[in-house]
């Protein structure tokens, strides 16, 4: 009999993995996010040791969900789906890096330092969020080679890291670029990590 993991079906534990992560991260993402874009418009936010502990479980979530998504989709192509979870490791590793100075922006500093610290803190997250676009590409892609994953999700993914990827870039080839591009093409990761709960971990039965 087959392992779970042998190189023609994916593994049961790394699809509950990633998706589980993927469904934690979507609650949690944007908790950090709102407490955090206040500091850095006002200097000013209660809770922000909650959004870096909410932050900082995210890029500790996004570690668990490269590895489980690289070993779900390693019998579909093992090289992009290896190139995916570098990408999104990158990205895990420089959203750690971001949240140091942004924890000595924390009281007792004054709002000016918060308010610095937080803005820093939202612009390298911006930037970082392009790695993540490209992760969600290289996935998409691998997902529409993948026999076992519905084809509408792989579309999705990359549609999704398309709007992230263009976000990332706009600022920078675009001055006054205002679009948020990712709340309109998010959905795709969600709706994998939905899947990935609710049928993909039964695929390796």
């Not at 993995?17 to 993927?22: P, Q």
Request: proline share 7%; charged share 5%; glycine share 12%.
């Amino acid at each position: 009999m087959e392992s779970q993991t042998s190189p023609t079906h994916p593994s049961a534990a790394a699809a509950l993995t990633a998706g589980l992560s993927i469904l934690a991260m979507t609650a949690l993402g944007p908790l950090g996010d709102m407490t955090i874009s206040t500091a850095a418009e006002t200097g000013v936010a209660p809770g922000l040791d909650r959004a870096i502990a909410a932050v900082f479980a995210v890029a500790a979530l996004d570690i668990a969900s490269a590895w489980g998504l690289y070993l779900f989709f390693r019998p579909a192509h093992a090289g992009l789906s290896l190139l995916a979870a570098w990408f999104r490791l990158g990205y895990a590793a420089v959203l750690f890096a971001l949240l140091a100075p942004l924890v000595a922006g924390l009281p007792p500093a004054p709002p000016e330092v918060t308010q610095a610290a937080a803005l820093a803190f939202k612009q390298g997250w911006g930037l970082a969020l392009g790695a993540f676009g490209v992760h969600l590409i290289l996935l998409g892609v691998v997902g529409l080679k993948a026999p076992y994953l519905p084809s509408l999700l792989g579309v999705l993914l990359i549609v999704s890291g398309l709007g992230y990827l263009v976000d990332a870039l706009g600022p920078l080839l675009w001055p006054g670029y205002s679009i948020t591009a990712a709340l309109y093409t998010f959905f795709g990761e969600p709706l994998l990590g939905l899947w990935l709960v609710i049928k993909g971990w039964r695929l390796a039965a």
